[in-house]
């Protein structure tokens, strides 16, 4: 494990906690869970600090699983009491998810940060697009698809999220409103899924990051404890502050820039890596 000193440390504090404060703040204007916001700007708070980059996207990733622990359990909660999860859905895709959850973890664990980089740039600069580019309303079919591509689906979405450290929701919401899923259904059952992915996520992190080298301070795996501690109540603080701010913007432009927040990211990783 890394060393750092007291400045070091406090100076790791102050970024995660500004990383929780940031990723309230936006998942509240849009909308969207943290982890699509957690990863990048964590992954690029690490990077300034001087962490190694070969664990850079690791830590990222697993930390950010973690807090889905925590922000997750409350949101799907919320969204159950309120009759907003699909729990039919969730009982025919609990075991394909939770399959792509155990092989992406397995993948995730064995691969360079720089292949965990590329995933996520690739999903970002697709999401992205997927914002910009697609009218609300427009659906493939009005409702979901038959065997294997329903499981199918299932399984990509467990798969690919959890080796991007997100939830879930980026990738389940479209996908669902593509069917023609209504958006508030869409959205509590992705909260739910997010707990599918998280809970052996961040085992899977735990696990495969024990004993590497040059991990920052007070990491348990992959997953670092002064983040998990810090970005948790400072995300949950400032959501509110998003929600409010996200009443006096045009919807419109908010999907835009965040839209491009996303592309910036993606590209800036894809530049990282490649060149």
Same mark, same amino acid.
């Given at each position: 494990?890394?060393?750092?000193?007291?400045?070091?440390?406090l100076?790791l504090g102050?970024?995660?906690?500004? &990383? =929780?404060?940031? $990723?309230?703040?936006?998942?509240g204007?849009?909308?969207? =869970?943290g =982890? #699509?916001v957690i990863?990048p700007?964590?992954?690029? %708070?690490?990077?300034?600090?001087?962490?190694?980059e070969?664990v850079?996207m690791?830590?990222a990733?697993?930390?950010?699983?973690? +807090?889905?622990?925590? &922000?997750g359990?409350s949101?799907?909660?919320a969204?159950?009491?309120r009759?907003?999860?699909?729990?039919?859905?969730?009982?025919?895709?609990?075991?394909?998810i $939770?399959?792509g959850?155990?092989?992406?973890s397995?993948v995730?664990g064995n691969?360079?940060g720089n292949?965990l980089?590329l995933?996520?740039?690739?999903?970002?600069?697709?999401v992205?697009?997927?914002?910009?580019?697609? !009218?609300?309303?427009?659906?493939?079919a +009005? !409702?979901?698809? *038959?065997?294997?591509i329903?499981e199918?689906l299932?399984?990509?979405?467990g798969?690919?999220s959890?080796m %991007?450290?997100?939830?879930?929701?980026?990738?389940?919401?479209?996908?669902?409103t593509l069917?023609?899923?209504?958006?508030r259904?869409?959205? =509590?059952t992705?909260?739910?899924?997010?707990?599918?992915i998280?809970v052996?996520?961040?085992?899977?992190? #735990?696990?495969?990051?024990?004993?590497?080298?040059?991990?920052?301070?007070?990491?348990l *795996?992959?997953?670092?404890?002064?983040?998990?501690?810090?970005i948790?109540? $400072?995300s949950?603080?400032?959501?509110?502050?998003? $929600?409010?701010?996200?009443h006096?913007?045009?919807?419109?432009?908010? !999907?835009?820039?965040f839209?491009?927040f996303?592309?910036?990211?993606?590209?800036? %990783?894809?530049y990282d890596?490649?060149?």
């Amino acid at each position: 494990m890394a060393d750092f000193d007291i400045g070091s440390l406090l100076l790791l504090g102050t970024a995660l906690l500004g &990383t =929780g404060v940031i $990723a309230g703040i936006i998942a509240g204007l849009l909308g969207v =869970g943290g =982890g #699509i916001v957690i990863v990048p700007v964590l992954y690029h %708070m690490l990077l300034a600090l001087g962490v190694d980059e070969q664990v850079v996207m690791h830590i990222a990733v697993g930390t950010s699983l973690a +807090t889905i622990l925590g &922000t997750g359990t409350s949101s799907a909660l919320a969204h159950y009491r309120r009759g907003g999860v699909d729990v039919d859905l969730l009982k025919r895709w609990w075991l394909p998810i $939770a399959i792509g959850v155990v092989t992406g973890s397995i993948v995730g664990g064995n691969v360079s940060g720089n292949v965990l980089s590329l995933i996520f740039a690739t999903v970002a600069l697709a999401v992205a697009l997927n914002m910009i580019l697609r !009218k609300d309303g427009v659906s493939l079919a +009005t !409702k979901l698809p *038959g065997t294997p591509i329903k499981e199918t689906l299932g399984f990509f979405i467990g798969s690919i999220s959890v080796m %991007m450290g997100i939830g879930g929701g980026t990738l389940s919401v479209p996908i669902l409103t593509l069917f023609s899923y209504p958006i508030r259904l869409a959205v =509590g059952t992705a909260s739910a899924i997010g707990l599918l992915i998280a809970v052996p996520g961040t085992i899977g992190a #735990i696990y495969y990051g024990l004993g590497v080298e040059a991990r920052p301070p007070w990491s348990l *795996g992959y997953v670092n404890l002064i983040g998990f501690l810090l970005i948790i109540p $400072a995300s949950t603080l400032s959501a509110p502050l998003g $929600a409010r701010i996200a009443h006096t913007i045009n919807p419109r432009a908010l !999907k835009i820039v965040f839209a491009l927040f996303l592309a910036f990211t993606g590209l800036r %990783m894809f530049y990282d890596v490649l060149l």
